[in-house]
Nanobody, 126 residues
């Protein structure tokens, strides 16, 4: 089982930016498709963005489309999520998840992922 560890959460200012990292100690992350999700209090988990194995295309979903970038950092064996122009509505626990198979045509639903991190909480507030 691949272990995923998220980092980079915390308190952020409205209008600011956020940089989150998803690492996989002991595994080579570019062998897996990876997605970032978030879950706000009282709401369902929603996908933010995903990318398939290696340098395959990435896909963006949800209300963060246009304000986010997902990218691999193979030197650090991580997949990073950058969110810009933060809003209080971006407050949530952010998770990364992985699949043993590739992704095409958009981000699959949360139930299809094979392994998950424990999440990193983000609060956007002044």
């Amino acid at each position: 089982q691949v272990q995923l560890v998220e980092s980079g959460g915390g308190l952020a200012q409205p209008g600011g930016s956020l940089s989150l990292s998803c690492a996989a100690p002991g595994s080579t992350l570019d062998a897996y498709a990876i997605a970032w999700f978030r879950q706000a209090p009282g709401k369902m988990r929603e996908v933010i963005a995903c990318l398939s194995t290696s340098d395959s295309p990435s896909y963006y979903e949800s209300g963060v489309r246009g304000r986010s970038t997902i990218a691999r950092d193979n030197a650090k064996n991580s997949v990073n999520l950058f969110v810009y122009r933060l809003e209080p509505g971006d407050t949530a626990v952010y998770y990364c998840a992985g699949k043993y198979t590739g992704i095409s045509g958009g981000c699959p639903s949360p139930t299809t992922y094979d392994f998950w991190g424990r999440g990193t909480p983000v609060t956007v507030s002044s």
